[in-house]
């Protein structure tokens, strides 16, 4: 049932989301009439000995082309929005031989978190609509033992996109080819390194792009030869007190998830100085000292700071943080600044 209303509401934005709501609710009846039927579009999860946390989407896609056949084939972004999401959908997940029937949110999301005992490392689980075709996802089981992990935004750290700004944002989802996107220089092989020197380390992609566009972001992480890793995004849309739901409550809420799921973890957390990375992870560091090895903050060029309407106010000080903080234009200074406080070893490149 969709959410109902309470005292602490916003009457004018409740009625927005109700709306949305029916409209979405219509469009999935037409669907449906066209004989189209919903199936779970899988995002790369996580967990530990004894959970896992998995997500997708339930969706009702239109109809394939084949012109351009392939799992990495031209696809421009209005495609990803164009599918119908199913919310409230029945979901059963097949969690190593035992079956979990969940719910999904008002925009399709499963996000939910399954008792569940896989060995560490990269693991598949079977999730399916009610009624619908069986899929396979993939989770990242984090070991007992491992003390180290990754968390990285994507837009504009990994990626150049300039998202802040409205206008470019909506024309790099909806118009620009996901092949023209560009990485930033030398993340790839820096993340890549970081991994390859913490074996068995979590890498979280977090963003506050929405899952409309996972899909593509997958594939461009997998085309530019990033580690394969979990990605948070979020839904697009009003809720019940908000326009819009708000990226930086949703990276926020989210470290705060990760440093209470994995007690034992220090994060490597990766950003940006266009949005709000810095001022982000410092407060997230002040209140969980505890979960952070250090801070990377990728400094935007003069020009991408341009498009991305500025540099976000960006404490120069960072001493009382008691963890290394470092700043870099691209992978490679970040790389050797890693290697200055000792977050990398010397020496070991690639």
Same mark, same amino acid.
């Given at each position: /049932?969709?959410?109902?209303?309470? +005292? ?15 409209? @979405?609710?219509? &469009?999935?009846?037409?669907?449906? +009439?066209?004989?189209l039927v919903p199936a779970v579009t899988p995002f790369p999860g996580y967990g530990g000995p004894d959970w896992v946390r998995v997500l997708g989407r339930v969706l009702i896609a239109p109809p394939a082309r084949t012109a351009s056949p392939g799992e990495y084939a031209s696809v421009r972004g209005w495609r990803s929005f164009v599918a119908v999401p199913v919310g409230y959908a029945q979901v059963t997940v097949v969690v190593d031989g035992v079956s979990h029937d969940v719910v999904a949110d008002r925009g399709g999301v499963v996000d939910v978190r399954l008792p569940a005992s896989l060995p560490p490392g990269w693991q598949t689980l079977t ?13 990242? *089981?984090?070991?007992?033992? #491992? ?7 994507? %837009?504009?750290?990994? /990626? ?9 944002? !909506? ?8 092949? +023209? &996107? @560009? ?11 970081? *991994? ?37 995004? #979020?839904? $697009?849309?009003?809720? =019940?007190?908000? $326009? ?5 409550? =949703? ?13 034992? *973890? #220090? $994060?490597?957390?990766?950003? %940006? ?17 505890? =979960?952070?090895?250090?801070? !990377? ?10 498009? !991305? ?7 120069? %000080?960072?001493?009382? !943080?008691?963890?290394? $903080?470092?700043?870099?234009? %691209? ?11 000792? *977050?990398?070893?010397?020496?070991? &490149?690639?």
């Amino acid at each position: /049932m969709p959410p109902t209303a309470d +005292a602490s509401v916003n009457p004018k934005v409740l009625w927005i989301a109700r709306l949305e709501y029916r409209f @979405q609710t219509w &469009r999935e009846r037409r669907a449906r +009439a066209r004989g189209l039927v919903p199936a779970v579009t899988p995002f790369p999860g996580y967990g530990g000995p004894d959970w896992v946390r998995v997500l997708g989407r339930v969706l009702i896609a239109p109809p394939a082309r084949t012109a351009s056949p392939g799992e990495y084939a031209s696809v421009r972004g209005w495609r990803s929005f164009v599918a119908v999401p199913v919310g409230y959908a029945q979901v059963t997940v097949v969690v190593d031989g035992v079956s979990h029937d969940v719910v999904a949110d008002r925009g399709g999301v499963v996000d939910v978190r399954l008792p569940a005992s896989l060995p560490p490392g990269w693991q598949t689980l079977t999730v399916a609509v009610k009624g619908g075709k069986p899929v396979e996802t993939r989770v990242f *089981i984090v070991g007992a033992e #491992t003390r180290f992990g990754v968390v990285s935004d994507i %837009d504009d750290t990994v /990626m150049v996109t300039a998202l802040p700004r409205p206008f470019l944002a !909506a024309w790099n989802s909806f118009v620009v080819d996901e092949h +023209a &996107r @560009q990485p930033v220089p030398g993340m790839a092989v820096l993340l890549e390194r970081i *991994i390859r020197e913490n074996p068995g380390s979590p890498i979280i992609y977090l963003s506050t792009g929405a899952w409309n566009i996972a899909p593509t972001l997958l594939r461009f992480l997998h085309r530019h030869l990033f580690p394969s890793g979990s990605v948070l995004l #979020t839904d $697009w849309g009003p809720t =019940h007190d908000r $326009w819009f739901r708000s990226g930086k409550v =949703h990276k926020e809420s989210n470290l705060r998830r990760l440093a209470e799921e994995f007690p034992h *973890i #220090t $994060w490597l957390l990766f950003g %940006d100085d266009g949005q709000h990375d810095d001022e982000l992870y410092t407060n997230f560091t002040r209140d969980h000292p505890d =979960h952070v090895k250090a801070v !990377a903050i990728r400094r935007l060029s003069p020009a991408e700071a341009v498009l !991305a309407g500025g540099r976000t106010v960006v404490v120069e %000080d960072h001493t009382t !943080a008691g963890v290394p $903080w470092v700043t870099g234009s %691209d992978g490679a200074s970040l790389q050797e600044r890693l290697e200055d406080v000792g *977050i990398l070893e010397r020496g070991a &490149r690639p």
